[in-house]
């Protein structure tokens, strides 16, 4: 499939604010023409990390003109504290703040576009927050989540085992192929302790009997199999050159596989990518996989996702750009 | 309680090519006789500087100044895509922002402050339209072949830690730096930036911040010295916040902001 940026369809792109107090920025992005949106959903895309709606290597923006190139409306926004958004003071933990304030960009996106059902998209905490807003609203009909960190790690005492199993992941798939890593090794200027654990959680993983989940692994499972119950499709998108990659098939154990299997979830690995997607191959493979998964997710032909009713204004609105 | 004050995003520009801006209104009753426009840094530079940038834009925005922070053609959320990049279209969007503030403000009086290649674009700009008041340039990009070649250096540590790219980007007509495309019009473009080698001054008053870990050697300094604008020069123990940082971290280096407020607030009081 070709990247739909490369073919150059206009889109029209509007900076809003919303939300209680209009201190969340956004870009909504519309597609050339008429918006048929009792077909598609609207996509929202979160915040990946404390980058802005832009995204790193500005992957946010190609991702929402793609989408609006074959006909979605797509809203990037900043969580509060985030890019543009105005700080919030309540004390509200990121976790509750972010899931309130990508509903506020849902009821923002039905009062002004009609659009009544969304499909979630985010990076690292972005995927978090949106298989968290998944789990309690209704509206969400699908997500992407994309190098979704299933394991807690602010803890730094948590978990040796899980740092040791980073480690190794970096000296299997890129330190043992560099050069001047070996040079390091035989110079004595290595971290041996730091390799020796490594190793050490390498070698348990491959040939010692599994030890016991991840304690996020049970609300993790049972979460997969409410959002299965309620036919909310779910798109794991994961670089190779991530460690997220083995903590999310260790945490989602058989029900993981067996949703995999049913075709509930998707699990799509893009290959010779790292954690930000930071090449440019990287954007087109990623674009290429969420262009696909998201027409997967949206009903074909004339099944109507939404009811059609009329929103005052929202005609008007949806046909201004910029 | 911090009062939540919001800013205004809007777009402007040609209706070919929208850029994307982000207004800041001081508050009401401290309007000051100055406008500042702030003249972002590109690619990962800009994503990472976006943070602090914003943070500079209210600080400046409290104590007076009205601020428009912007997007270059290509970049950010402005329209056109990262492969149209170029130096002389970024300068019609430095001019274009300048005509929007001034509009919108209805100030003639305006400061410039320019981050890494936005500090570049400052200067020629400046340089350009000649009725600058003053202008802040942060570890401003001074030689582009040197930052071209800082650019590649970068690409290569980081594909240290990732797997190495299959595809051939050069015959697409540009090369991939840290997920950002350097086509060879913008390269040659960038290569003909030497701030070294301009003859006017950019401004009446310019101040000269050169972070100790990124500061190179006097050599702008003195240039600058010998054009007629009033130059202010400090050297300060801050972070190069427009590279990436191990754990993903965006920086904010206040001592940096709070010199650029308080000069600004010296040169328009």
Excluded at chain 1, 93 to 117: D, H, I, L, P
Excluded at chain 2, 171 to 180: A, E, N, Q, T
């Amino acid at each position: 499939m070709k990247n739909v940026l490369m073919q150059k369809t206009p889109v029209k792109e509007e900076a809003v604010l919303f939300g209680e107090k209009k201190s969340l920025a956004g870009i909504v992005t519309y597609p050339p023409g008429v918006i048929d949106r009792w077909l598609r959903p609207t996509v929202i895309l979160l915040n990946p990390g404390i980058v802005h709606r832009v995204g790193p290597g500005r992957i946010y923006v190609k991702i929402a003109r793609a989408l609006a190139a074959i006909g979605y409306v797509v809203l990037r926004f900043d969580f509060s504290g985030i890019g543009d958004s105005a700080v919030r003071y309540d004390n509200l933990r990121f976790e509750k703040s972010a899931v309130s304030e990508t509903q506020a960009a849902m009821e923002f996106m039905k009062a002004t576009r009609g659009s009544e059902c969304f499909v979630l998209l985010g990076g690292c905490s972005g995927a978090q927050i949106s298989f968290d807003t998944a789990c309690c609203d209704p509206r969400t009909i699908g997500a992407i989540l994309i190098n979704y960190p299933v394991i807690e790690d602010e803890d730094d005492s948590a978990d040796a085992d899980l740092k040791h199993r980073r480690a190794a992941h970096y000296y299997w798939n890129f330190a043992l192929f560099n050069r001047k890593s070996w040079g390091k090794l035989f110079s004595g200027r290595a971290n041996y302790r730091q390799l020796m654990g490594a190793l050490k959680a390498e070698a348990r993983r491959r040939f010692a009997p599994p030890k016991k989940a991840p304690r996020e692994a049970a609300p993790f499972q049972a979460n997969l199999q409410r959002l299965a119950e309620r036919d909310v499709r779910l798109t794991f998108l994961c670089s190779q050159g991530d460690p997220l990659l083995d903590e999310l098939r260790e945490a989602g154990g058989n029900d993981f596989r067996r949703l995999c299997a049913l075709g509930t979830i998707t699990l799509d690995i893009i290959p010779r990518s790292d954690h930000t997607f930071s090449s440019l191959d990287d954007h087109d493979r990623l674009l290429d996989v969420i262009l696909k998964r998201i027409k997967a997710m949206t009903p074909a032909g004339n099944v109507s996702l939404n009811k059609p009713q009329i929103i005052p204004g929202a005609e008007d609105r949806s046909a201004v750009g910029f | 309680m911090n009062p939540v004050r919001p800013i205004l995003p809007f777009y402007f520009g040609s209706p070919d090519k929208r850029l994307f801006g982000c207004f800041h209104q001081p508050p009401p009753g401290r309007k000051r006789k100055c406008a500042v426009l702030i003249c972002q840094p590109v690619g990962h530079e800009y994503i990472n500087s976006h943070r602090a940038l914003r943070q500079l834009a209210a600080r400046l925005a409290d104590v007076g100044f009205p601020v428009l922070r912007f997007d270059y053609y290509g970049c950010g959320d402005s329209s056109g895509d990262a492969e149209e990049g170029r130096i002389p279209q970024w300068l019609e969007d430095v001019s274009a922002a300048i005509s929007e503030i001034r509009q919108r403000t209805g100030l003639a009086q305006l400061c410039l402050v320019g981050l890494r290649l936005g500090g570049a674009l400052s200067t020629l700009a400046g340089v350009q339209c000649g009725d600058v008041e003053s202008m802040v340039l942060w570890d401003p990009v001074v030689n582009g072949k040197s930052y071209f070649e800082n650019l590649l250096f970068l690409q290569k540590e980081m594909l240290r830690f990732r797997p190495r790219p299959k595809g051939d980007r050069k015959s697409r007509g540009h090369i991939d730096v840290l997920g950002f495309p350097v086509s060879h019009f913008l390269y040659n473009e960038l290569a003909k930036i030497n701030l070294l080698s301009i003859a006017e001054k950019p401004a009446k008053n310019v101040l000269l911040i050169q972070s100790n870990q990124a500061a190179g050697d006097d050599s702008l300094k003195n240039h600058l010295g010998r054009t007629e604008a009033r130059l202010e020069y400090q050297r300060l123990d801050a972070p190069e916040i427009w590279l990436p940082t191990t754990d993903g971290s965006l920086l904010v280096p206040g001592q940096v902001l709070q010199s650029v407020v308080s000069w600004a607030c010296g040169a328009h009081p």
